[in-house]
């Protein structure tokens, strides 16, 4: 099956399910990708900000998993699958919007206080804030900046009742970054 194909039937799957803010899975992804577009990201970035949480569309635990005190690591799960298709323009954002968070609630004031109460539990199961040599060594990473963006998107793209683009506006950006279908 081509990978346009699978990522539809991924949200077509379980994108109705809850985020835990209030939106869909679908509807983060939605504004993610709009948000990233709006501020005028690269093709890449806006793929990535669409799909950076296709992680959780993945598994097949349920979607309080959060509440049982479980870090699925969606991040790694959703760029190794993501990886069979793309470049790491698109998946190392993706594998390090986590890590991006984590950064932002070490070294940004005011920052983790912003975080809703989901956020907030996912960032203690996934670590917690950086510590300094954390946060230098993600500071390195080839794709921090993308990252940091990313993360922003991911922390706005939980608007309840946006009315966006529909999935289909994003598929021609997606199969333009394809490296393989």
Known sequence: ???????????????????????????HAL????FAERDGA?????AAAFLHDIGHLLHDLPQDVADSGLDTQHESTGSAWL?????????????LHVAAKRYLAAV???YFDQLSDASKLSL????????????KAFEAEPFFTEAVRLRRWDEEGKIV?????GAAHFDATVR?????D
């Open 176 to 180: 333009a970054c394809l490296k393989v």
């Open 83 to 95: 990886s069979q298709y793309f470049g790491p323009e698109v998946t190392e954002p993706v594998r």
């Open 31 to 34: 504004q993610c990708g709009a």
């Open 124 to 135: 203690k199961l996934q670590g917690g804030p950086m510590g300094g040599a954390q946060t």
């Open 1 to 27: 099956m081509p990978a346009l194909e699978l990522i539809h039937a991924a949200f077509a799957r379980r994108g109705h399910e809850g985020y835990g803010e209030g939106v869909s899975q679908l509807d």
């Open 42 to 46: 690269t093709p890449a970035l806006v």
């Open 108 to 110: 940004e004031p005011g």
């Open 161 to 165: 009742g946006y009315q966006g683009p």
